[in-house]
């Protein structure tokens, strides 16, 4: 299976970008994916019991720049920083705001959408518009499920689409959209993707 694995998986950007493997390039990227998920959480609109801010779009980007499994790790690193009492959350801080406070689904619902995109990335989903577009897409929609899903304990189903999902569409649309356009520019700086070689991924090119 890892065999499979480390055949048909590509590069993610910043594997393209820093290249070579190593303990502390991963430990940097972890700890930068969750520092830029705590900067996108300082924009925001201050909705309630929802605000809009742009945590989103770090973490789908996070999943998308460096991969699904650090995707994942970066992410708990962030709750972690969070439930410790740093305030990179955008609605209050403490171990609260995961365990019991109406907006943990969202926050759940970040580590599956960046391990989602990641892997989506893993597989080359990041190198076009459309794929980039899809995957994208299919990231939040985890954060959706499970963010109305956990705010419907608090307000009910009803209130929980109106007030956590349908004040989100549009911004979210514009993210996904920013998204899209930017990742395929990014990997036309980098180089030109891998193309396979008899069922094995070659690089094209430098």
Not at 43 to 52: A, G, S, T
Not at 78 to 102: C, D, E, K, T
Not at 174 to 199: H, I, S, Y
Request: with cysteine; charged share 15%.
């Amino acid at each position: 299976m890892r065999m499979i694995e480390s055949i048909y998986r590509r590069d993610v950007l910043a594997e393209r970008i820093w290249p070579g493997a190593g303990l502390w390039r991963d430990v940097a990227l972890v700890m930068g994916g969750a520092l830029l998920v705590a900067l996108c959480s300082r924009i925001e609109v201050p909705l309630r019991p929802v605000p809009i801010t742009a945590q989103t779009f770090g973490v789908l980007l996070v999943g998308a720049l460096i991969g699904s499994g650090r995707g994942v790790l970066s992410i708990f690193t962030y709750l972690a920083l969070g439930a410790s009492g740093f305030p990179v959350f955008a609605v209050g801080s403490g171990n609260g705001v995961i365990s019991g406070g109406p907006t943990a689904g969202y926050l759940a619902g970040f580590v599956v959408a960046a391990g989602v995109v990641g892997r989506l990335s893993e597989r080359g989903w990041d190198r076009q518009t459309f794929t980039t577009l899809l995957a994208m897409t299919l990231g939040m929609l985890p954060i959706y499920a499970l963010g109305a899903a956990w705010l419907a304990r608090f307000v009910g189903w009803t209130h929980a689409v109106s007030v956590g999902i349908l004040p989100f569409l549009v911004g979210d649309a514009l993210k996904v959209a920013l998204a899209a356009l930017a990742l395929p520019q990014a990997w036309a700086v980098v180089g030109r993707p891998e193309t396979r070689d008899g069922g094995y991924l070659t690089r094209r090119g430098p």
